[in-house]
């Protein structure tokens, strides 16, 4: 399939009658539309000049011109295109290593990612993070000393040749989010971008990512070394304590949807649907638009795809931390319940595993059943609550009559009843 016919799903029909009215949506469907006609040409093979353009690509063709668009079918606007700083309001910073476009946008603790205040991040208690994740260094972890981070690139590979054209950077000055987003205006920016994000993460003590364990610290890594900023253990990004969102959220909702990806949890856990969105896999397409013809309108519509990233993160990663509290929580859904105790078992948190299957609603599926109260009997017998270990292997048994072991082991159990054993922690 062509990449013209892949995004007109996303553009509506054309309305050439009279343009449309001023509006949020009105504006999108620009973008869409100027990213469709310029699809066809980003297609095919880049010239020398395309690869490596130098300042004048982007004094080229201030215009949009008709014959342009011609192939794709669409009314197109005569006359002069939106500059940048109108289609992703921001600034030239300076840096030791050249300048680069850097666009800021602010949110207040109040203000609702779907259904969730993104200052519900900051109330949150991240004790338990470390037993979840089996990282000490996120004992102490508090948002506020934290970089969310996430990055569009030219390709879903790692390596060398992969580079990062759009960094989202967010974080807390007081209670409000501050999000940067550095774009690379051209290839020999790229070193000036670097030097703004490696700033930014010798800043904060904590990183957090969205699967940025496998992918975006790699490229970003990578790029730096290239450049010489830093040495590889200098850079070595992983190595620093670092939140992944993706790693949690499987461990919590394991089994309850599809998947989870990022737009997946957003749906079902933040209620925060995107409307129109860029699609991300169209991303460096529109790049190197930009690259070849300085037409800015579909960077305003990555940037935007962007922005909802690290915005969910940050709105995630409150949720995720009061939803894995290893607490009594009669309103927690079994399921939930179920990924919990197994990771709190296998962490050797065993009393959390015991509170967070406490009180849960019992699971109608009964091999989840025998599955949760295995879970009990082995938390049980480490912390010593024999009595608790004894009322597991009891239904158990009444569950699973043609399991021999399970009878001897409520025998055992039954005995220790007179006989009590030190806990094991």
């Known amino acids: 399939m062509r990449l013209g016919d892949k995004l007109a799903r996303f553009v509506p029909p054309p309305v050439v009658e009279a343009p449309p009215p001023p509006s949020s949506v009105a504006a ?248 129109d969105d860029m699609p991300g896999s169209l991303a460096p397409t529109c790049w190197f638009a930009w690259l070849r013809d300085a037409e800015p309108r579909p960077l305003a519509g990555i940037a935007r795809h962007n922005r909802h990233d690290v915005l969910s993160m940050i709105a995630l990663a409150g949720v995720l931390a009061h939803e894995a509290e290893p607490r009594v929580d009669a309103g927690r859904r079994s399921q939930v319940a179920l990924n919990l105790a197994a990771l709190y078992v296998r962490r050797k948190g065993n009393h959390e595993a015991l509170n967070v299957l406490t009180d849960t609603p019992p699971l109608t599926d009964p091999a989840q059943r025998v599955a949760m109260l295995e879970l009990v009997v082995k938390a049980a017998r480490r912390v010593g609550d024999v009595q608790r270990m004894v009322t597991a292997l009891e239904e158990l048994v009444a569950l699973a009559p043609e399991r021999p072991e399970l009878v001897r082991a409520l025998a055992r159990a039954q005995r220790k009843q007179t006989t009590p054993v030190a806990a094991r922690g």
């Open 28 to 275: 999108i469907v620009s973008e869409l539309r100027a990213a469709l006609a310029l699809m066809e040409r980003a297609s095919e093979p880049l010239s020398p000049r395309a690869r490596m353009p130098g300042r004048g690509a982007r004094e080229h063709a201030r215009g949009f011109r008709s014959h342009e668009a011609a192939g794709a079918g669409l009314p197109v606007e005569i006359g002069p295109a939106p500059t940048l700083a109108e289609a992703l309001p921001g600034r030239a910073v300076k840096t030791s290593c050249g300048s680069t476009w850097v666009a800021t946008t602010f949110h207040e603790p109040a203000e609702r990612h779907g259904d969730i205040p993104l200052g519900r991040a900051l109330g949150a208690d991240y004790r338990h993070l470390e037993r979840m994740t089996g990282d000490a260094r996120l004992t102490d972890f508090d948002p506020r000393e934290a970089l969310f981070l996430d990055i569009e690139a030219t390709g879903l590979e790692h390596g060398s040749g992969t580079i990062a054209f759009l960094i989202g950077l967010g974080y807390f000055e007081g209670d409000t989010v501050r999000l940067e987003q550095v774009l690379l205006r051209d290839h020999d920016e790229e070193a000036a971008l670097l030097e703004i994000v490696w700033d930014r993460v010798k800043r904060f003590r904590y990183l957090v990512s969205f699967n940025g364990k496998s992918f975006d610290l790699s490229v970003l890594q990578n790029r730096m070394v290239m450049h010489r900023m830093c040495s590889k253990e200098e850079s070595e990004l992983k190595l620093r304590p670092h939140l992944d969102l993706l790693h949690v959220s499987r461990s919590v909702y394991k089994g309850l949807w599809q998947d989870v990806r990022l737009q997946t949890l957003e749906a079902h856990v933040l209620g925060f649907v995107r409307t």
